[in-house]
């Protein structure tokens, strides 16, 4: 790999163990080829979510999922976005090894990393381990351990259990039904009480009537330093219904008549910090593959303590009641032109947001496409009124299967900054291939003009030796 100027190196080695168990073993990591973050815009009070995006923790990666729920992304015990990340930073990667497969009933995941000490974080080790044994035809027992911290402050580590019954068979009726049950501790110098989590989950996912019933108590203390937790401190519950038939007329292919019930009770201030209403009267998907949803999501919020949503505007403690409207409209995704656009307004705290979701792709044939989204926030409150954009902007070309390019460019108005990331993918033969990577930044000054803020420019090699 050659960037601004410097060479270095780096192995990868998959050996394949057995037929069922691979193992995986990277050197002197680097991570060029990954697509930047696509940037958010957050108007709560919980941490933004990104997603892995690194091929060496992807692969594999549904074997290290502990009591994983659809659509949760606010408990996550082991996270793989905390490993050689932090506060957005890269970390380098000295080394890293896995084990994923099956060895008989048991599907094992063992994962080891080393990084490199720099100027975000100390040198560190990272160690995961997951076991699960299958029993029955759907249903497991199952163990997690992780070890390490990332910012290199102090020692971390959790150990959990998790149990999974699930039939695809329910009372001889041929319907799907299943129930998780977890447990979960961490162990931090001066955290040491309330530091566990555990739940439980009951399902019943069929095509016609889908209801999820979902507890969870996590204590304050409670910190998987490798592991993405949204709130602490808190009891949740949360169910969701979801009717979905099937009529025969106005071309429709399928109804969603949806209502979700969801409480976060906050166990220190014992009092509910949060319940939200979810309903959609409205959400009919065509048989040509367009959909059309309308939602009503009244909302409550409790703020113990005075919530600074922008730099001068400070929401004050209170209790708060607010109504939020949406509507959504997705045109058939295999058209040469397509068009996604989400609406949602109402009140919020003390005033109105409104918020436009606009999103246009074009396919020009099978080698080129272009996609432009744009995202903006309008809120007006008491205690002031600010407006947020955020733009993202596409444009892939295939020369062939096995020479692409892709650049992706992103502005929001909270930062200043555009983004700008091309790549250029080239597989001579599977297995071998070049990334050509060029990322560049520029960044709004006090006279509304853009300067240069950085420019990275890297060459990776993969070439893959078989014996």
Sequence with gaps: ??????????????????????????INTDFAETEVDTRQVNLTRLPLFFPEKRDFFLEDAGIFDFAKSERDREFIPFFSRRIGLVN????????GSKLTGKVGR????????????????????????????DFWDQSYVGAIFTSGEPAGTTSNSLAGADLKLFTSNFLGRGKNAGVVVFGSKTQTPGLTSRDTAHGFEMSYPNDLVDVTYRW???????????????RRGVRLQELRTNFRPRPNFWHIRQMNFQFNYTEHYNTVEHAVESRRIFTAPLNWRFHNGEHLEYNWVPTFERLFVPFEIR???????????????????????????????????????????????TAVLWRKDRHLTAQFELQQFFVNLKEGDFTARLALFR?????????????????????????????????????????????????ENTIDRFETLRTNFRVKVNHTFRF
């Design 395 to 443: 444009l892939n070309y295939s020369f062939s299967p096995r020479l692409t390019l892709s650049n992706f460019i992103q502005f929001d108005t909270d930062s200043g900054n555009i983004g700008l990331q091309s790549r250029l993918r080239w597989i001579w033969k599977p297995g071998n291939e070049v990334f050509v990577v060029f990322n560049h930044a520029w960044q």
């Design 88 to 95: 957005g930073e890269e970390v380098p990667i000295q080394v």
């Design 106 to 133: 048991f599907d094992v995941g063992l994962l080891g990393v080393s990084t490199r000490d720099s100027d975000v974080a100390p040198a560190e080790t990272f160690a995961v381990g997951r076991v699960k044994a």
């Design 1 to 26: 790999m050659w960037s601004t100027g410097e060479l270095t190196g780096g192995v990868d080695v998959f050996w394949r163990v057995t037929s069922n168990l691979i193992s995986s073993t990277t």
């Design 216 to 230: 969870r108590k996590i204590g304050e203390n409670y910190n998987p330093a490798l592991g993405f937790v949204a």
């Design 311 to 357: 730099p001068g505007i400070l929401i004050p403690s209170g209790d708060y009641w607010f109504h939020r409207h949406r509507f959504e409209f997705n045109s058939a995704q295999n058209k040469r032109w397509m068009f996604d656009m989400t609406y949602w307004g109402g009140t919020f705290y003390t005033g109105t947001s409104h918020e436009l979701r």
